[in-house]
Structure formats: structure tokens, C-alpha cells
């Protein structure tokens, strides 16, 4: 053997070992890169659609989600919690949402698809608390008029049970009806419109 064919054969391996371990270092800068720019599980989950059963949330009850860091309320109301809707009309801010924020879907009494379920941002519209839940009729601590819905405690904010602000509270609009629709009888995704799926 002569000391070019040594040479070459091991010019040819130093090559493929540089040329190895040079791809492997730039797949290490550049995964990581590319990678970096992709939102977090935590970033997509904090604007992502969140899809609830509704199935076995009870007559009158109340449950509460999570969607884009904010509580959004889904509650089951009965007949008679529809049944006194219109009687509250006269004492709302604006009791047809024409200035609140909801879908076009939900411009309705109810403010909803399924009259029953109402899907509502938790949150109050004056400074963002979160009311209470108070579905029952004359609590004494709401006056005899009170035909059940939610109050703010942090400023006095009252809102009936479609989430329409009742006239004297801070509170300058409806509390907000997020976008939604159902994929199936017992599941609600909240979120998106169902022109989006």
C-alpha cells in the first residue's frame, strides 16, 4: 500500500465524520429552534374551544368551565326560571342585548340556543368581579322583587337569569354570551361558531 491510499481513505473518513457530526449539531440548534416558535399546550389551551357535557348538570344548577383564562357559567334553567324572564323585562338596562356582547344567535329572551342552557361569561360587565349565582326568588338579603339571577357583591351589580343587567347597577351592559354551539344533544363547545367546525 502506498501513503496516498492511506491518505484518501482517511481523508474520505475524517469528511464523513465531520460531515455526521456536523448534521447532528445543527439538527440540535435548529429543532430546538423551530420548536420554540410552536405555542405551548398551555398557550393553545388558554384560547382553545373547551366542549362541556351538559347531560348531567341538574335543573337549576349552576357549572362552571374555564375558556381563555376566564370562568364561563353553563346553568340549567327550569320552566319557571324561563317563565319569569319577560316579567323582569321593565326593570332591565337593555332588555332586548342590543348593546351587549353575544352572538346574533342569541339575540333572543333567553339568550341562548336551547332556551334552557345558558352559556355566559362569568364576569361582571362594571370593573370584571365575578357574581354569585342567586337563582332564588325574594332572597332577603335582594328584596322582594328579586326574581332570581346573579349579583355582583363587589359593587351591587344585579343581572336576571339571561345575564341582563337590571336598571341601577354599575354595570353598563349584559354580561357577555360567548361564542358556541352543540356538537351533540349533551355536549356544548364553547368557544366557536359551528359555521367555524
Not at 389551551?45 to 362541556?52: C, L, T, W
Request: proline share 8%.
Amino acid at each position: 500500500m502506498s501513503d496516498t491510499n492511506i491518505d484518501n481513505k482517511r481523508r474520505r473518513f475524517l469528511i464523513k465524520a465531520t460531515s455526521a457530526v456536523g448534521t447532528v449539531g445543527l439538527g440540535a440548534i435548529v429543532i430546538p429552534f423551530i420548536s420554540s416558535l410552536t405555542p405551548s399546550a398551555r398557550a393553545l389551551a388558554a384560547g382553545a374551544p373547551v366542549e362541556v357535557d351538559i347531560s348531567k348538570v341538574e335543573p337549576g344548577q349552576l357549572i362552571r368551565v374555564i375558556w381563555q383564562g376566564k370562568p364561563v357559567w353553563v346553568v340549567n334553567r327550569t320552566k319557571e326560571m324561563l317563565d319569569a324572564l319577560p316579567s323582569v323585562n321593565p326593570k332591565l338596562k337593555d332588555p332586548t342585548s342590543v348593546a351587549s356582547i353575544q352572538p346574533a344567535y342569541t339575540l333572543n329572551e333567553s339568550r341562548a340556543r336551547k332556551p334552557n342552557i345558558l352559556v355566559m361569561v362569568g364576569i361582571c360587565t362594571h370593573l370584571g368581579c365575578s357574581p354569585t349565582y342567586r337563582p332564588e326568588v325574594a332572597a332577603a338579603d335582594l328584596g322582594a322583587d328579586w326574581a332570581g339571577g346573579f349579583y355582583c357583591p363587589c359593587h351591587g351589580s344585579r343581572f336576571d337569569l339571561a345575564g341582563r343587567v337590571i336598571k341601577g347597577s354599575p354595570a353598563g351592559t349584559n354580561m357577555t354570551v360567548p361564542p358556541h354551539y352543540y356538537k351533540t344533544d349533551e355536549i356544548v363547545r364553547i368557544g366557536e361558531d359551528d359555521a367555524v367546525a
